[in-house]
């Protein structure tokens, strides 16, 4: 078969599935393909996010933190239950649902938006006349022809050289999310977003568990004030974190896994590490596999990324990149925010993202999230700014929830008052960090966030005393 379309996308993760529904929606005539196939040799739409990334996370984060409350947290509120079992099966199951009722979602919306979807990996075949035209494989077999290509292609995790994953004792975060038993021991090498989240999972249900960070920063990528706080919360909890570590070998041994290492601060000389099963999250990398991108001419830089100007156009007519793909944060939103700009500039709008107002989310306990700049790196680039901080010990809401680690910090130009950035640890931080992405893309100043009436007791209060703070008259404390 083939026919003729507006518009292909390829790949169905957050940027690809969102651009495409924004095009039908548009009135365009839009094919989506893709290629991950999920049990019983079925279709899975979502990508990497709704299969093996922040869903399943996500769930198996809120089973796990129930697990943790059941354990150690319900005693406050005067509530005893014996110590909980867990059926790690069943918490497992439950996560494959999720994730299938997400699949799912994802093929009732194409049908809702006429979007016809195409089961099997595309790759650009030629360039014709009145566009692009793309072979899709088995299962879909099909040739699609399209004036304009959505490339979302997504990404994959990176392996450390020479220590492919095996899915068994050396995991990458689909092997991570499907582990059959808690391990006794789990080492995790990358202390980033992906590897607290899984570590943390599986700390709360019984592992012990080292995290090998090369960095000499912990979380170097927020504010340095949320950075310590979250280090000596995540230490409380008993997640071991060692940084500065550089890896020299990573091998099976009898019992699982063996990691020799060295640490920059610290004790010198080689050691040693053995633990049952070991995840490697030490980063992802841009997935053009089969696109038969050089083929065709498309431009990759060095770090396998699709090169994509400010609108997410490449070097080719009407061919555009999404996602985690192209420069940029590798999130999902970022991905989606992507997927519908290139949309709306295809059916002759004005789409735009601006990637300065991307909020960041570390769905730990606490909960970690910013948006825009931190202290360091406003003082680097020397503008002035004034910083205001709030306690969650100091919120009504926080301390009848008994969840009062943490502060939001929020950071103003100090003559304009223009919200620069908001660093927030504690609970709800994923909730709250939104009113701050409207804030400072409607360039809100502290003031503003400072005159708006916040209900009380809500843990958005804080949000509102940090602003407070910027001008040094919190009321609350
Ligand atoms: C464990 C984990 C947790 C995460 N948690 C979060 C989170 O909480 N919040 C957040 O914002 N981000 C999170 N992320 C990151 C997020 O998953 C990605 O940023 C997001 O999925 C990127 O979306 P995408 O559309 O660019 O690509 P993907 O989601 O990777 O989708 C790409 C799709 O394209 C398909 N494909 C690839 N090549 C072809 C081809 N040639 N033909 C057809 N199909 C093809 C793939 O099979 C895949 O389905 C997490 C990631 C991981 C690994």
């Not at 107002?357 to 570390?362: C, F, Y």
């Not at 948006?371 to 100091?394: D, I, K, M």
Request: a negative charge; proline letters at 4%.
């Amino acid at each position: 078969m083939s026919e003729e379309f507006d518009l292909a996308v390829i790949g169905a993760g957050p940027g690809g599935y969102i651009a495409a529904i924004r095009a039908a929606q548009l009135g365009l005539r839009v094919v989506c393909a893709d290629a991950w196939t999920g049990a019983g040799g079925a279709a899975a739409p979502g990508g990497t996010c709704t299969n093996v990334g922040c869903i399943p996370s996500k769930a198996l984060l809120q089973s796990s933190e129930y697990a943790a409350l059941a354990q150690h947290g319900l005693g406050e509120h005067g509530i005893t239950v014996s110590a909980p079992t867990i059926d790690l099966a069943r918490m497992l199951a439950r996560k494959d649902t999720v994730v299938r009722q997400n699949n799912e979602g994802i093929s009732y919306l194409f049908k809702k938006n006429k979007v016809q979807f195409l089961h099997g990996r595309a790759a650009f075949r030629a360039r014709v006349a009145q566009g692009w035209e793309l072979a899709v494989a088995a299962p879909a077999a099909s040739t699609v022809r399209a004036r304009n290509v959505i490339v979302a292609t997504g990404s994959n995790p990176r392996a450390l050289p020479g220590v492919p994953f095996d899915e068994d004792r050396i995991l990458s975060n689909a092997g991570a999310l499907a582990m059959d038993r808690v391990p006794g021991t789990l080492g995790v090498i990358g202390a980033g977003v992906i590897g607290l989240e899984l570590g943390s999972v599986w700390r709360r249900l019984g592992a012990e568990v080292t995290l090998l960070e090369a960095l000499p920063n912990f979380l170097g990528v927020a504010d340095e004030q949320i950075a310590r706080e979250a280090h000596k919360a995540f230490t409380r909890q008993g997640l071991r974190i060692l940084l500065g570590v550089q890896i020299e070998e990573v091998r099976s041994s009898k019992s699982g896994v063996l990691v020799r290492y060295r640490e920059a601060l610290g004790e010198q000389g080689q050691k040693a590490l053995e633990v049952e099963r070991l995840i490697v999250s030490i980063g992802r990398v841009p997935n053009t596999d089969g696109l038969q991108a050089q083929a065709v001419g498309l431009e990759i830089d060095a770090r396998g990324a699709i090169v994509v100007d400010e609108h997410c156009a490449t070097n080719l007519p009407g061919v555009w990149a999404v996602g985690d793909v192209v420069r940029g944060p590798m999130l999902a939103h970022k991905a989606e925010e992507e997927g519908v700009a290139v949309a709306e500039r295809i059916a002759g709008h004005a789409g735009h993202v601006d990637l300065a107002t991307i909020p960041s989310v570390v769905y730990t306990d606490p909960e970690i999230a910013w948006v825009g700049q931190t202290e360091a790196q406003l003082t680097a680039s020397g503008r002035a700014f004034r910083s205001g901080s709030f306690p969650f010990a100091a919120n009504g809401r926080a301390r009848a929830a008994g969840h009062t680690t943490g502060f939001v910090k929020m950071l103003a130009d100090a003559s304009t008052d223009e919200i620069l950035g908001v660093h927030i640890i504690g609970p709800g931080a994923s909730e709250l960090i939104s009113e701050a992405v409207v804030a400072m893309s409607f360039r809100a100043s502290s003031e503003d966030i400072a005159r708006i009436c916040h209900a009380h007791p809500t843990l958005s209060e804080a949000v509102r005393e940090a602003a407070l703070a910027v001008d040094k008259r919190t009321l609350n404390l």
